[in-house]
């Protein structure tokens, strides 16, 4: 079941086309919130997340209603911009003015490009686009469609934004070095007038004129940006903690400016600007760097990519760059080196580490056939293999591209934070009128002023903006480290809500490899023969089962023969016609429903599911002819896993399409005790829907297309990394390991995750609401406030951080 099915069988889903942007000069929630709300109100857009901790904003909309630019023009217009990746092109082909006004027209057309311009002298094409919308690939392809071609030149994709974060990050170290050297002054002038008080004498104060020439570059200079910042808060119609800061420090400012240029008195707040705000840009940069290392498990994925490939070409061995690789290419590969793409094995064998994809440490052995990913390691021998996937559809970009939407997605939690964050700088505001206008008419204008700017700037969103995205961020990527793709972070909340647990049989607790043990006959066939005809009535089969047949065939030497009109029944077995004769292979069932006499096999069937074997019926032309008895072996783990979900207090329920006797007995194996047996496929979904109705949440577990409509039912879906490609859509987690230990570590990693939101939520909400009304009764001095407010901003994303040393149970 895909996904589009999935939500065709949901209401509300969303189902339009999806796009990331980067968001600059969000300060605190209230941006992430504003922001929010008017992209939802544009026309055509179905949903939209903003998250403060990425900066980035997720929107799903109706591209026939809505359009890239809308949305852009929106978040403008609410007084924000967005970041657009550069890439410049090297144009081939042209010959006149014609072809540049043809090339910057088509790289103008495709969706996603904000600006275009082909200079023909230089044959040069300089293009900025947003990013999740279009990329460099889209770009070339516009320009071949032209007619022309284009190569990439200089820096694209991540690499600009990379850079730009980076130049970001440096004038922000340059801001605060040149705040921090002017504050020094003040800071001894503080500590001077603080002996005088106390009656040792003041050694050290500086001139007013003096005080306005240090304050000023670092309240329009050093805090800048936190003008303009506010500036564009207010003409898109809010306010954030941009504002707070900026009134607070403007009326420390101004007002100790207008003291000084009329001479009227002798107290003076420049310090208080000065220092307020080095303290809050300091905060700011240690939020900054502390932000980044939340977004390390998208930087070491990255960084695992190789950059080069060797290929065979025209019988020559040569070293390309990654991106000029393309399907079909044969790759050659040297122990040692990371395999470039992914691909089929065609010649030679290895073992590969496949840790980086499956958190797995023991090497996997390869041979001709098998699948190799992109970014593993080989570790024995060379071998060549053909690209099959390469670029932005290689498993390793795909893990990438979901953990970032993951990132990019919002915890149900964090609805309550945003909600207060949408109003919290305007409360703020008033309180501020408020303390000002009542300690002005008790105790006079300087105490109302100290205790108006220290509420402004004790006050800080931020806390309870970062709280969850920052939680969500380290907590989906440590899964990514250990084989754990988590797919939303409404999936990582939920996971730690499960009561019970609904575990598939077949590939999931066992091993799903199963082998032909038993041969009963009932006639004249030998048993060769018998395996020879089940095993050509199989080969059209995918079920685990029929492989086991036929894979005891061909270990026998038995030639396979060709059957016709082969049909799989779900839940019942298989029919087709082997030498113009009607055979029929599957269960109890199957053989009553074609009226198949199978009395003197009862006994036989029953001993053998009472072993744990799986005894299939086999009839040929109407009569009984066979017992064919298969043991699928429990994977190595599935007992121990069981045992620790149960410790973590949760219910596993096996459920299988088996018959009761063979499900009970491998249920025995591994510590389920509850059985769902003899359960149609399409039955699954039904179940666990029962399941839920008793009040449980529900984690479905599985690895096959049958198992497909039961993972989309159920709370939370996990597929089995080593099942196929439908259950893995359809699932809300994968475990790419394939391994139940991974359904205890995801468990275990929600329920870290949400520790550190409550946490986080629970002293960003403490903070405010002990430390603003501290302030309004003049309890706290302005420039304690600022430095109060930049670490409680630093304190939720280091709590945060703390996280990064989760680790797997093993």
């Not at 095993?535 to 492989?547: Q, V």
């Not at 994977?635 to 620790?644: F, G, R, Y």
Request: aromatic share 6%.
């Amino acid at each position: 079941m895909s996904v589009q099915a999935k939500a065709m069988d949901q209401p509300n889903v969303v189902t339009g086309e999806s796009v990331s942007l980067s968001i600059t000069g969000m300060t605190c929630a209230a941006c992430a919130t504003r922001i929010e709300k008017n992209i939802a109100k544009v026309p055509g857009v179905q949903k939209a997340n903003v998250n403060l901790a990425t900066e980035k904003a997720s929107v799903t909309y109706n591209p026939s209603e809505a359009s890239v630019e809308d949305i852009i023009a929106k978040v403008k217009k609410t007084g924000y911009g967005v970041q657009e990746e550069k890439v410049k092109l090297n144009i081939i082909g042209m010959t006149c003015a014609a072809c540049s006004t043809r090339i910057e027209k088509s790289l103008n057309k495709v969706d996603g490009v904000t600006n275009a311009s082909v200079n023909l002298a230089t044959e040069k094409a300089n293009v900025e686009y947003v990013p999740g919308n279009t990329n460099v690939e889209k770009l070339i392809a516009a320009v071949k469609k032209a007619g022309y071609d284009a190569k990439v030149i200089g820096e694209a994709d991540g690499d600009y934004e990379r850079s730009a974060r980076e130049k970001a990050y440096k004038t922000q170290v340059t801001k605060f070095t040149i705040g921090a050297i002017l504050s020094i002054p003040f800071l001894i002038q503080m500590i001077s007038d603080f002996t005088m008080e106390y009656g040792n004498g003041g050694f050290f104060h500086m001139a007013p004129w003096i005080q306005f020439l240090l304050a000023t570059p670092v309240q329009f200079f050093v805090g800048g940006h936190y003008y303009r910042d506010a500036y564009n808060s207010v003409r898109g119609g809010s306010a954030n903690m941009a504002v707070l800061v900026v009134l607070g420090t403007s009326a420390a400012y101004f007002y100790s400016l207008v003291v000084t240029i009329l001479g009227t008195g002798q107290f003076l707040y420049f310090e208080a600007a000065v220092i307020v705000m080095t303290l809050i840009v300091l905060g700011k940069l240690l939020e900054t760097r502390a932000k980044g290392q939340t977004s390390e498990a998208i930087k070491k994925l990255m960084g695992l990519q190789a950059k080069t490939a060797r290929i065979i070409r025209n019988g020559e061995e040569i070293d390309i760059p990654l991106e000029d690789v393309v399907s079909d290419d044969v790759v050659f590969v040297r122990a040692g080196e990371k395999i470039p793409v992914d691909g089929i094995l065609i010649e030679g064998s290895s073992s590969v580490d496949e840790s980086m994809l499956t958190g797995e440490s023991m090497p996997v052995g390869k041979k001709v056939g098998d699948t190799v990913i992109g970014a593993t390691v080989n570790k024995h021998g060379s071998f060549k293999f053909k690209a099959t996937k390469v670029g932005k559809d290689t498993a390793l970009s795909q893990i990438i591209k979901l953990v970032e939407e993951a990132q990019g997605s919002k915890a149900p939690i964090q609805h309550l934070a945003d909600r207060i964050s949408g109003v919290f700088v305007p409360i703020v505001i008033l309180i501020a009128l408020a303390t000002f206008a009542i300690t002005y008419f008790v105790t006079g204008f300087t105490p109302a002023l100290i205790s108006t700017i220290a509420v402004l700037v004790i006050a800080c969103p931020c806390a309870l903006g970062l709280a969850t995205p920052t939680a969500v961020m380290v907590g989906t990527g440590k899964g990514a480290e250990n084989g754990l793709l988590i797919k939303g972070a409404e999936h990582l909340q939920n996971s730690q809500r499960v009561t019970t647990i609904v575990l598939d049989k077949t590939g999931t607790i066992t091993k799903g490899e199963p082998d032909v043990t038993d041969i009963v006959a009932y006639g004249n066939y030998s048993e060769d023969e018998l395996l020879q005809i089940a095993a050509s009535a199989e080969k059209g089969s995918e079920h685990p089962l029929g492989e086991a047949i036929v894979n005891g065939a061909k270990e026998k030497g038995l030639q396979l023969q060709d059957g016709k009109n082969f049909n799989a029944i779900p839940g019942h077995g298989i029919q087709t016609e082997i030498n113009n004769q009607f055979v029929l292979i599957g269960n109890k069932k199957l053989m009553k429903k074609n009226d198949v006499n199978i009395d003197q096999a009862l006994e036989t069937m029953e001993k053998l599911e009472g072993e744990g074997k799986t005894a299939m019926l086999m009839a040929v032309e109407g009569s009984l002819a066979a017992i064919i008895a298969v043991a699928d072996t429990v994977k190595e783990t599935s007992a121990e896993a069981i045992k620790l979900m149960k410790q973590l207090g949760i219910e596993v329920i096996m459920i299988t399409g088996d018959n009761r006797l063979t499900a009970e007995a491998i249920a025995k194996q591994v510590g389920v005790d509850r059985v769902l047996a003899e359960v149609l496929p399409e039955e699954k979904s039904a179940e666990v829907e029962k399941l839920k109705q008793e009040g449980k949440v529900v984690a479905m577990v599985g690895d096959g297309i049958n198992d497909a409509p039961a993972l989309a039912a159920a709370d939370v879906g996990i597929a089995i990394g080593t099942g196929t490609d439908v259950a893995i859509e359809a699932a809300d987690i994968t475990l790419m390991r394939g391994d139940l230990m991974g359904i205890v570590d995801t468990i275990r990693l929600s329920k870290s995750t949400m520790r550190k939101i409550r946490q986080n939520l629970f002293w960003a909400f403490a903070y405010n609401i002990i430390l603003i009304p501290v302030a309004a009764i003049g309890l706290l001095n302005p420039i304690l406030a600022g430095g109060a407010m930049a670490f409680s901003s630093v304190s939720v994303v280091g709590n945060t951080l703390f996280l990064r040393k989760w680790k797997p149970v093993r």
